[in-house]
């Protein structure tokens, strides 16, 4: 048999590497961002168009090549950092693979420029899937500049494969963070289509940290600093209270180099044991100093895992650091988060029942959204609940512990009269709801007793409203007197813009968007201005951890979002007129039965189970 063992052709190796160096337009930034450090640049500038998959740029003003260096970077294993195999374990760079170039190179059009110190003249070299198109000499400052454009151009199926740009965007600002909060001596700055979105001079490790996630930051971190023989230890933790939801603030860093470390982010969720909230995740940066001979960074193309000599000594020496500055700092032992369950019941209204309760009843107020509006939504709800009286049934289909024959009987008492759930008058006469425990609105209905979840019933209440104002019709904005200014960092600005034609649509105006503030002269009306903030940040924070994909599912999130930070919370106390008015608003809508996270909004218990319970 013919001998069938072929040498792959240079060019379909380099695409080969790629695959494992190059995943998405943020590797790239990786690489670049990498590469221009090692080269000791002082100000680096990132710059990137349609979420790096038209263009990534980076340039440096660091040492530069000579011109056959230049040639010779785009070589596979072509590196000026290691010259053999012990180099490995005495590692100062990043790079050392000499692999990153030549990847780019096989799957992009690449543009360099680079010009060392006392040449006279740069060179300019063009490739394109390892190609080279053109070299020229040119005129050029000191440093290097290697714009990457039209990444995977020759690899359709990788090209399709990338995410939405918001997506993508969000990745390389992940893998800029990573570097720059590494490097606090070195200037950077990055530009998105255009514009600019960090801009951070050389500082201290603090300052930088702030200067990356905004001013507010800087009460919350907590020094961490402890210096043994094998290990040092420095950076911050996030104090406990501010703990959020997402996992985006942890950052580790061995040797000024980003990595991950499921082992020792596990020591220090020790270290916050019992003392964060659940469901929320400490944030921390911390930079950890080691020889570099006890670690092996080699075992991963794209370098973020590494491999320690003696982890459990790690580990433990990580955890007790942290304990420590909690300790120090007073923040550990901390706080009864569970406090203050308000068990207030309405067993009062045991004792009213015959007589005209003395509750004012203001009949045109509406709890739930602005006074102003009030009048004309609570007759339009009147209206709504009448014709959409049908959509009582709906939902419940989906519940197979109602049989179909349970449907007719979900009648309410007075539904003839009046279209709403509750007659009128009738809370005068006899008081056929109440509130439990400030989470639950029992009401009588004719087949046996109705109880609503206050919080989830709201959410839907809203979910759907905004969803409808988003897809549907304009909702209506309430001018503020004063316009209102919040801070927040560039990330955040840059989920805010993504989502600022949709918020638009729901009421918000905003009269200016600059650096980190956002300036907005209009809010929902079921937005009150004291809380704005609070929305948007939880709707941040809600994005961040779901990263949409589809403008659709985008919408949804955010409609969930705002009614989840708007809803009536459990422990809120409601009037008599809230509550029927909340009823009345959760069967006017399409999906009454479950909350906008699936979740049932209402249970009926019958007469007959009533019945049965005291048999
Ligand atoms: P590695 O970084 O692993 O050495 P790369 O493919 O990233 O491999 O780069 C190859 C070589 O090109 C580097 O070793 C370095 O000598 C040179 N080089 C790359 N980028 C720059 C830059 N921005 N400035 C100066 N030299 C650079
Ligand atoms: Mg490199």
């Known amino acids: 048999m013919a001998d069938i063992i072929q040498l792959l052709p240079d060019h379909v190796a380099n695409q080969i590497a ?28 990132l710059i990137i168009k349609d979420a790096g998959k038209t263009l990534v740029q980076v340039i440096d003003d660091g040492n530069g090549m000579s011109v056959t260096d230049a040639r010779l970077s785009f ?12 180099d490995l374990f005495n590692l100062h760079t990043k790079g050392f693979r000499g692999e990153a170039l030549a990847s780019i190179a096989a799957i992009a059009h690449v543009e360099l420029k680079t010009k060392q110190e006392l040449d006279d003249i740069g060179v300019q070299i063009k490739i394109e899937g390892s190609e080279v198109v053109s070299q020229e000499v040119i005129v050029t400052p000191k440093g290097t500049s290697v714009a990457v454009k039209n990444l995977f151009f020759n690899i359709p199926a990788r090209r399709n494969f990338l995410k939405s740009n918001t997506v993508e965007t969000r990745h390389i600002i992940d893998e800029f963070h990573r570097i720059v909060l590494a490097h606090p001596d070195i200037n950077f700055s990055m530009y998105n289509n255009g ?8 500082s201290n490790r603090r300052q930088r940290i702030v200067a990356v996630f905004g001013g507010k930051t800087n009460e919350k971190l907590v020094p961490v600093d402890e210096n043994t023989e094998v290990l040092k230890i420095s950076g911050f933790v996030g104090k406990p209270e501010f703990a959020k939801k997402t996992r985006g603030e942890q ?9 991950k470390s499921a082992y020792l982010n596990h020591a220090i969720n020790s270290a916050f044991d019992g003392i964060l909230r659940e469901g929320t995740h400490a944030s921390y940066f911390l930079y950890l100093e080691v020889d570099p001979k006890t670690i092996d960074i080699n075992i991963h193309p794209t370098k973020t895992e590494i491999k320690f000599e003696d982890e459990h000594t790690l580990y433990a020496l990580l955890r007790s650091a942290v304990k420590h500055s909690l300790g120090q700092f007073n923040i550990a032992p901390v706080l009864d988060f569970n406090s203050n369950t308000n068990m207030d019941t309405p067993y009062g209204y045991k004792n009213k029942e015959a007589t005209n309760p003395n509750i004012e009843v203001d009949r045109n107020f509406n709890p739930f959204i602005d006074e102003r509006a009030s009048k004309n939504f609570q007759q339009s709800y009147k209206k709504e609940a009448v014709a959409n009286w049908e959509s009582l049934y709906i939902g419940l289909e989906s519940k197979s512990n109602f049989t179909q024959q349970d449907f007719s009987e979900v009648q309410f008492e007075s539904e003839e009269v009046t279209g709403s759930i509750f007659d009128e008058n009738s809370t005068e006469k006899t008081q056929k709801t109440f509130q439990l425990h400030n989470k639950y609105i029992v009401n009588t209905i004719k087949s046996g007793m109705l109880v609503v979840n206050q919080n989830r019933a709201h959410q839907r209440v809203l979910y759907e409203d905004f969803l409808q104002h988003i897809t549907v019709k304009e909702a209506v904005s309430q001018q503020l007197l004063f316009p209102l200014q919040l801070e927040f960092s560039n990330t955040e600005i840059t ?4 989502l600022k034609e949709q918020l638009e649509q729901t009421g918000f105006v905003f009269s200016k ?9 209009g809010v929902p009306v079921s937005v009150s201005d004291a809380n704005v903030s609070l929305v948007l940040e939880q709707l941040i924070n809600d994005v961040e951890n779901e990263v949409p994909d589809s403008n659709f599912s985008q919408t949804d999130l955010l409609a969930k979002s705002l009614a989840k930070s708007l809803a009536i919370k459990t422990g809120q106390q409601l009037t008599i007129p809230e509550q029927e008015h909340l009823v009345n608003r959760l069967f006017a809508c399409k999906e009454a039965s479950i909350s906008p996270t699936n979740k049932p909004t209402f249970i009926i218990i019958s007469v007959d189970d009533l019945d049965k319970k005291f048999m």
């Open 513 to 521: 968007f600059k650096d980190s503030t956002v300036e907005l002269s």
């Open 18 to 45: 790629a695959g494992e160096v190059v995943q998405r337009p943020a590797s790239v930034v990786k690489e670049l961002l990498e590469n221009a450090i090692d080269a000791e640049a002082t100000t680096i500038k």
């Open 251 to 259: 950052f580790f860093f061995v040797n000024h180099r980003f990595i």
């Open 195 to 202: 514009s600019e979105l960090f801009n951070l001079f050389e």
């Open 495 to 498: 989920i805010l813009q993504s």
């Open 75 to 86: 070589e596979r294993h072509s590196t000026s950092k290691i010259r053999n195999a012990e």
